[in-house]
C-alpha cells in the first residue's frame, strides 16, 4: 500500500516561538513539527538564530529551519492570521476561553481547511508568554498534566499539540500493515485437520483427550484471525513433522512446504 500523503492544508498552519532563548529548543520544536507534517515556523526575537545547535538537534528538519521567518514582534507574526492559540500553563486572568489540545484541535483543522491562517503560538522557555503576548491571541489552550509536577520543555509541548492536530487530518497508519489475505474458515479447519493427523502420527494423543482437545485447538485457531501465508507455515511444518514420524504418506491433503516463508 502507498503511502499516504501529507495534508496540503497543514500549510496554512504555523508554529510560532516567542523569544526563545536557547537555539537547540528552536531545532527540537522543528523536529517535533515536521513528524507531524508541518513546516511553517516563525520565530519572534530569537536569542540565537540560526545555529548549528539548533541544526543538530534539528535532526532531518533542517529543512524547517532554512525557510522559518524570523520577525521582531508577535504581531508581525500574526498579522494574516485568523485564530491564534496561546499555550499556556499558567492560570490568567482573562476572558478568553481555556481549553485543552484534544477540545481545540478539530476547530484549528478546520480552519486551514477552509484556507484560514492559524497560529499556535509558544513562548520563552522560562517565563512563557507574557499578558500582551497573550492577549494578541484569540484562543487559550493548556496541555492538562499533573497538578504538582508539570514541566513539558519547549519541543514537548509543540509534539503534544502538533500530534493532536495531525491525529484529526484523516491520515492512516494502514500502509505500515503487513500485506496478507485472511485464512478462509475451510483453510483454517483443513489446517487443524492436518494437525489433528499430526498429532496422532507423533503419538501425541496416548492417554489424551484428542476430540477434546482438538476442539479447542480449533476454537483457538478461528478466533486468532490467521493469514494464509500463516496456515502454509503450519501446515508446512506439520508435513515435516509427519515426515520424521514416518507418516508422510498418510490421509491428510498435501501442502506447499512453504515452513521457512
Given at each position: 500500500?502507498?503511502?499516504?500523503?501529507?495534508?496540503?492544508?497543514?500549510?496554512?498552519?504555523?508554529?510560532?516561538?516567542?523569544?526563545?532563548?536557547?537555539?537547540?529548543?528552536?531545532?527540537?520544536?522543528?523536529?517535533?513539527?515536521k513528524?507531524m507534517?508541518?513546516t511553517?515556523?516563525?520565530?519572534v526575537?530569537?536569542?540565537v538564530?540560526?545555529?548549528?545547535?539548533?541544526?543538530?538537534?534539528?535532526s532531518?528538519a533542517?529543512?524547517?529551519?532554512q525557510?522559518?521567518?524570523v520577525?521582531p514582534?508577535l504581531?508581525?507574526a500574526?498579522?494574516?492570521?485568523?485564530?491564534a492559540?496561546a499555550?499556556?500553563?499558567?492560570?490568567?486572568?482573562?476572558t478568553?476561553p481555556?481549553?485543552?489540545p484534544r477540545?481545540t484541535t478539530?476547530?484549528l483543522?478546520?480552519?486551514?481547511r477552509?484556507g484560514?491562517?492559524?497560529?499556535l503560538?509558544?513562548?520563552?522557555?522560562?517565563?512563557?508568554?507574557s499578558i500582551?503576548?497573550?492577549?494578541?491571541?484569540n484562543?487559550?489552550?493548556?496541555?492538562?498534566?499533573?497538578?504538582d509536577?508539570?514541566?513539558?520543555?519547549?519541543?514537548?509541548a509543540?509534539?503534544?499539540?502538533?500530534?493532536?492536530?495531525?491525529?484529526?487530518?484523516?491520515?492512516?497508519?494502514?500502509?505500515?500493515?503487513?500485506?496478507?489475505?485472511?485464512?478462509?474458515?475451510?483453510?483454517?479447519?483443513g489446517?487443524?485437520?492436518h494437525?489433528?493427523?499430526?498429532?496422532?502420527?507423533?503419538g501425541?494423543?496416548?492417554?489424551r483427550?484428542?476430540?477434546?482437545?482438538i476442539?479447542?485447538?480449533r476454537?483457538?485457531?478461528?478466533?486468532a484471525?490467521?493469514?494464509r501465508e500463516?496456515i502454509?507455515?503450519?501446515r508446512?511444518?506439520?508435513?515435516?513433522?509427519?515426515?520424521?514420524?514416518?507418516?508422510?504418506?498418510?490421509?491428510?491433503p498435501?501442502?506447499?512446504?512453504?515452513?521457512?516463508?
Amino acid at each position: 500500500m502507498n503511502k499516504p500523503q501529507v495534508p496540503d492544508f497543514l500549510k496554512n498552519i504555523r508554529v510560532v516561538l516567542a523569544r526563545p532563548n536557547h537555539p537547540g529548543n528552536i531545532g527540537s520544536a522543528a523536529r517535533a513539527m515536521k513528524t507531524m507534517g508541518l513546516t511553517r515556523l516563525y520565530l519572534v526575537e530569537p536569542k540565537v538564530f540560526p545555529s548549528e545547535e539548533a541544526d543538530t538537534l534539528a535532526s532531518g528538519a533542517v529543512d524547517v529551519l532554512q525557510t522559518a521567518t524570523v520577525v521582531p514582534t508577535l504581531a508581525a507574526a500574526l498579522a494574516d492570521v485568523t485564530v491564534a492559540c496561546a499555550l499556556t500553563s499558567r492560570r490568567r486572568e482573562l476572558t478568553t476561553p481555556l481549553s485543552i489540545p484534544r477540545e481545540t484541535t478539530p476547530e484549528l483543522i478546520a480552519r486551514a481547511r477552509e484556507g484560514e491562517q492559524v497560529a499556535l503560538v509558544f513562548g520563552n522557555e522560562t517565563f512563557g508568554l507574557s499578558i500582551e503576548e497573550v492577549e494578541q491571541c484569540n484562543r487559550l489552550v493548556t496541555i492538562p498534566g499533573n497538578p504538582d509536577y508539570f514541566s513539558l520543555n519547549l519541543a514537548m509541548a509543540v509534539q503534544v499539540m502538533t500530534y493532536e492536530l495531525f491525529s484529526h487530518t484523516g491520515v492512516n497508519v494502514d500502509y505500515l500493515k503487513p500485506d496478507g489475505n485472511s485464512a478462509t474458515q475451510g483453510e483454517v479447519d483443513g489446517m487443524v485437520d492436518h494437525l489433528d493427523a499430526t498429532l496422532e502420527d507423533i503419538g501425541y494423543y496416548r492417554r489424551r483427550n484428542s476430540e477434546r482437545m482438538i476442539r479447542r485447538l480449533r476454537t483457538m485457531f478461528h478466533r486468532a484471525g490467521l493469514l494464509r501465508e500463516e496456515i502454509d507455515i503450519l501446515r508446512g511444518f506439520y508435513k515435516q513433522a509427519q515426515r520424521l514420524a514416518g507418516k508422510g504418506q498418510g490421509s491428510t491433503p498435501d501442502v506447499e512446504d512453504d515452513s521457512t516463508s
